[in-house]
């Protein structure tokens, strides 16, 4: 069962015994199964590439035995000092511009647009603050942080910081700062039940009207990307501003998914190949995927099924019941994976769907041998394919706005 141990009493019982075994029994074993190539999970790994695997698949079982961490940012704390974090506060979307199928899942989990919130990174105005309206042709990116929806934030001492930093410093012809917001996270037992599907949806709509009505960027000037959970949130708001045709709020100019988690129902778990179970030893994110935390937390009230059967929460799920013409009309998309991945299978499916429906010519895909989930969220601890990484974003983006 997941998070089993998260009450205080057995949490303090848990790591009284764990902290030990990892210190002793398993630090040691890391230790030697990554000193020797051929006991490392992926022989081209170096030293400090297997260690590192090994210790982030534990972190991540353990946070799963134990509970997630809270968000670090704090609004009320965060907004009296905007200037120290970047922190702006978001308006809700107003209700007009909340459509179709999404407004119709949003009557059925009882969630609506709320005020939010996200932090700047970049440059400043003359005053030295942040959240200046557009310059003249001013590109901006706008990012969604990973988590498995049910954690992270935008907050500069997240991890996700790492990526948005990365960005502006190795690909400065093409924006000089980025917004990242905190969308609300899900919840469920044995925690209470929160911000079910489609609250994120909703408040991402609401990041993306504050760029571009509230400071005047222009649709075709952002760039919405995110890692992880944040990768699938980037898709699926493109393909909800290019399916609702909102007046004001045209599809972004690009997106940039890296390491998108598209397939939330593991339909993929199981076929032949399949890259949960062959990468075993070569991710972290097993837990995430099979506790079926996030399922849970997304669906509210909706049925079990839907995780598999609708192409918002699984987009590249393979028990959709059609998916011709889902990915119409994508702006030009990049896709960063590794082939060490536990999710690589989905992420495949889901560039070819969008090849089909949206060309060929509109999707740039990556694939890193022998990288893990979201390896540019570790900073310089990936070198050297994190600057080579960088380094075809930059180009790619260089294509896209002709710089």
Not at 17 to 34: A, G, M
Not at 228 to 234: D, E, I, K, T
Request: charged share 20%; with cysteine; glycine share 8%.
């Amino acid at each position: 069962m997941t998070f089993t141990y998260s009450s205080p009493f057995l949490k303090v019982i848990y790591l009284l015994i764990t902290v030990p075994v990892l210190l002793f029994v398993r630090l040691p074993y890391w230790v030697l199964t990554s000193a020797v190539p051929a006991l490392r999970p992926r022989r081209s790994w170096r030293f400090q590439r297997a260690f590192l695997s090994q210790a982030l698949s534990s972190a991540t079982a353990i946070m799963y035995d134990i509970g997630l961490p809270g968000p670090e940012g704090n609004p009320d704390k965060d907004s009296v000092k905007p200037e120290a974090t970047g922190f702006v506060w978001v308006d809700a979307a107003p209700s007009e511009l909340v459509v179709g199928e999404i407004a119709e899942y949003a009557r059925k989990n009882h969630v609506a647009p709320t005020r939010v919130y996200g932090y700047w990174y970049g440059a400043k105005d003359a005053a030295g603050k942040h959240g200046q309206r557009a310059g003249k042709d001013e590109r901006v990116y706008y990012h969604l942080h990973g988590g498995g929806h049910v954690t992270g934030s935008g907050h500069p001492a997240n991890g996700t910081a790492n990526i948005v930093k990365g960005l502006l410093e190795k690909c400065p012809r093409a924006f000089e700062r980025a917004f990242a917001l905190d969308y609300r996270v899900s919840s469920s037992a044995p925690f209470p039940a929160a911000n079910p599907f489609p609250a994120s949806i909703l408040d991402i709509i609401s990041g993306y009207r504050y760029l571009v009505e509230t400071l005047g960027f222009a649709p075709s000037n952002i760039v919405v990307g995110g890692d992880s959970a944040g990768g699938h949130l980037a898709s699926n708001l493109g393909r909800y501003l290019i399916a609702s045709k909102l007046p004001t709020l045209a599809p972004p100019g690009a997106l940039l998914l890296l390491s998108p988690t598209m397939d939330w129902a593991n339909t993929h778990l199981g076929t032949p190949g399949s890259t949960l179970d062959a990468h075993k030893s070569s991710d972290f994110v097993r837990p995430v995927m099979l506790s079926g935390y996030t399922t849970r937390s997304l669906l509210g009230t909706l049925d079990a099924g839907e995780a598999a059967t609708n192409a918002w929460l699984s987009p590249a799920s393979l028990k959709l019941a059609s998916t011709e013409g889902l990915f119409v009309g994508y702006p030009p998309t990049f896709i960063l994976a590794g082939t060490a991945e536990q999710t690589l299978d989905a992420m495949r499916t889901f560039r070819d769907r969008l090849v089909r429906d949206s060309g060929a010519e509109k999707v740039r895909y990556v694939e890193y041998t022998d990288m893990f989930h979201d390896f540019l969220l570790l900073g310089t601890m990936t070198e050297p394919e994190r600057s080579q990484a960088y380094a075809e974003i930059g180009n790619w983006l260089s294509e896209v706005y002709d710089l």
